[in-house]
């Protein structure tokens, strides 16, 4: 059984940039394609990120697109989420995830999350 810990989350004033860091133990990381949600007060998780198992693959939300960066290292049996150009908008918590596609219903195994706070 895969264990996933996120880490790397933190405050950073808009248009800062922040890299989410998700390791993995157990079995073999890169046996499972990933994913990044997150979730916002008040709001439904929602989809940011995935890629596939070797990272050949992935595919990003609309409101991402183009400043978030899904990256695997399957030798340090880690995930990472670049994410530049943050708004405030990007506040939430971020979870990432072990399974495929976007919907949260196809992930099996999330970590605790970690929290994201962009300020104005």
């Known amino acids: 059984q895969v264990q996933l810990v996120e880490s790397g989350g933190g405050l950073v004033q808009a248009g800062g940039s922040l890299r989410l860091s998700c390791a993995a133990s157990?079995?073999?990381?890169?046996?499972?394609?990933m994913g990044w949600f997150r979730q916002a007060p008040g709001k439904e998780r929602e989809f940011v990120a995935t890629?596939?198992?070797?990272?050949?693959?992935?595919d990003y939300a609309d409101s991402v697109k183009g400043r978030f960066t899904i990256s695997r290292d399957n030798a340090k049996n880690t995930g990472y989420l670049e994410m530049n150009s943050l708004q405030p908008e990007d506040t939430a918590v971020y979870y990432c995830a072990a399974g495929v596609g976007r919907r949260s219903s196809n992930y099996k195994l999330w970590g605790q999350g970690t929290q994201v706070t962009v300020s104005s």
């Open positions: 157990g079995r073999t990381f890169s046996s499972y394609a």
């Open positions: 890629i596939t198992w070797f990272g050949y693959s992935t």
